[in-house]
């Protein structure tokens, strides 16, 4: 096995994409993903149950869709790395009993590893480098979280994180209020581009200086993110409009509900960026596709300073290719393989980028 540019085989289950990438070093030869959004669609969000059951059904073509692309066979593959929290536990438990079955039937050494910095991990893919210190912005519908990165390998630092509703599952609560559908990252985006987003002055979470203190003496909730008032400030705004037999606006509300989103996400990141020094910032998750996001976020990291690294969208959703970039990453740095005992963990904590045995 080489292990300056190990090929590693990554398996992501962690929610309702069924993904399996294949990396060589940093170069991304196959990233081959099937979702089953389309069947969680009329329930208005991700059914545990029925994600579990479309990774059954979908694991072994999109396997073989990889290795096809890769030009692979499984004696080709060095290593393989699954996600292994967080996420949901049936889903879980579908890549990883995969991944080990794989890795007994092969002999290949296996890894399971930690869902969000496989998010951060992405970004060494196609030639990108990073420094040596970064941090990062995670932005989707299961996490917002903040995050130092001292080693992409050993030592990722816990920054700030929402404390209820992640950014992503605000989107789609506040979409469903406004009548705009399931997923509601994109319907929302959409709609806000037609309003105007000082039309309402909604909420920003934990944004007074009572939680976030000073530089010198930081509150409790400095870094941290809330969307659950925001999410409410919305409702009781359509409930206004329908309690007065008024249409609503929908446009101006989206507009309005994401700009109070986005504010505080870039503001809380960038500030999080300049008191911690560091000087480069990767932006990942689904929620990363959001254009103002992107646009704010990019204007005040140029304020500040910080370099901006944003992967393609393909590589922002869950997908297989970020878990084998830090697979490999795991195996040219020398890192033990977990074996085939480890179990999954729903809640697997960012600061446990790699499961031991």
Do not use: W
Request: glycine content about 10%.
């Amino acid at each position: 096995m080489s292990t300056k540019e190990p090929v590693v085989l990554g398996i992501e289950s962690s929610c309702d994409e069924t993904g399996v990438g294949i990396v060589r070093g940093t170069q991304l030869l196959a990233n081959a993903v099937s979702s089953s959004m389309d069947e969680h669609v009329r329930f208005g969000g991700v059914i545990p149950e029925i994600a579990a059951r479309a990774h059954l059904e979908a694991f072994v073509p999109t396997l073989q869709q990889a290795l096809d692309t890769a030009k692979l066979t499984l004696d080709d593959i060095d290593a393989i790395a699954v996600t292994s929290g967080p996420g949901l536990a049936g889903a879980l438990m579908v890549g990883v009993s995969a991944a080990k079955a794989l890795a007994l039937a092969t002999g290949k050494p296996l890894y399971g590893i930690n869902h969000l910095v496989a998010h951060v991990g992405v970004g060494v893919l196609e030639g990108t480098v990073l420094p040596p210190t970064f941090g990062a912005l995670l932005v989707s519908g299961g996490h917002t979280e903040i995050l130092k990165v001292t080693s992409l390998t050993k030592d990722v630092q816990l920054l700030g994180s929402t404390i209820d509703d992640a950014a992503g599952e605000a989107y789609d609560k506040v979409a469903r209020l406004l009548g705009l559908g399931y997923p509601g990252g994109p319907a929302i985006d959409k709609a806000a581009k037609d309003g105007d987003r000082k039309a309402f002055r909604f909420p920003r979470g934990l944004s007074l200086p009572k939680f976030v203190g000073s530089a010198e003496n930081p509150g409790k909730h400095r870094n941290n993110f809330s969307f659950s008032g925001l999410k409410t400030a919305v409702a009781r705004c359509v409930e206004h409009f329908e309690a007065a037999g008024e249409p609503i606006p929908v446009a101006d509300i989206a507009a309005s509900f994401q700009e109070a989103v986005v504010d505080v996400i870039t503001s809380k990141a960038v500030r999080a960026m300049v008191e911690n020094n560091l000087t480069t910032v990767l932006l990942g998750g689904g929620v990363a596709a959001n254009t103002r996001l992107r646009e704010l976020l990019a204007a005040r990291c140029a304020s500040a300073g910080i370099a901006l690294v944003v992967p393609p969208f393909s590589l922002c959703t869950d997908n297989g290719g970020m878990v084998a970039a830090l697979g490999a990453q795991l195996v040219a740095d020398g890192a033990k393989p977990s074996g085939l005992e480890f179990a999954t963990d729903s809640s697997q904590p960012v600061t446990q980028i790699v499961l031991t045995h």
